[in-house]
């Protein structure tokens, strides 16, 4: 089992940063994939950015340039920097993680959800 402790997020007008920070924790687990995914009111979730295990990255094209993910593989812990934020990146942002566990299987956690809200 793995458990995902988010943080970072809060109010801040448009243009303004965010960092957001997700901890995964357990034991006898593997991460594959690390990445961040949001939901906007009356919207689907959807993807904002992964990050493998090797460092490749992907990211949603309404946050190219804007956002960057990284990852500490020591500390098992993702980031996600948000800079030029707009009032439509205003969503609940949640922490994900693919994790391979020794006893068998590869599975997705999520974290909790954590607010950010662009002001205009």
């Known amino acids: 089992q793995v458990q995902l402790v988010e943080s970072g997020g809060g109010l801040v007008q448009a243009g303004g940063s965010l960092r957001l920070s997700c901890a995964a924790s357990?034991?006898?687990?593997?991460?594959?994939?690390m990445g961040w995914y949001r939901q906007a009111p009356g919207k689907q979730r959807e993807l904002v950015a992964l990050?493998?295990?090797?460092?490749?990255?992907n990211y949603a094209d309404s946050v190219k340039g804007r956002f960057t993910i990284s990852r500490d593989n020591a500390k098992n812990t993702v980031y996600l920097q948000m800079n030029s934020l707009k009032p439509e990146d205003t969503a609940v942002y949640y922490c994900y993680v693919r994790a391979s566990v020794v006893s068998g299987g590869t599975y997705d956690y999520w974290g909790q959800g954590t607010q950010v809200t662009v002001s205009s």
């Open positions: 990050v493998t295990s090797g460092g490749n990255t």
């Open positions: 357990g034991s006898r687990f593997s991460i594959n994939v």
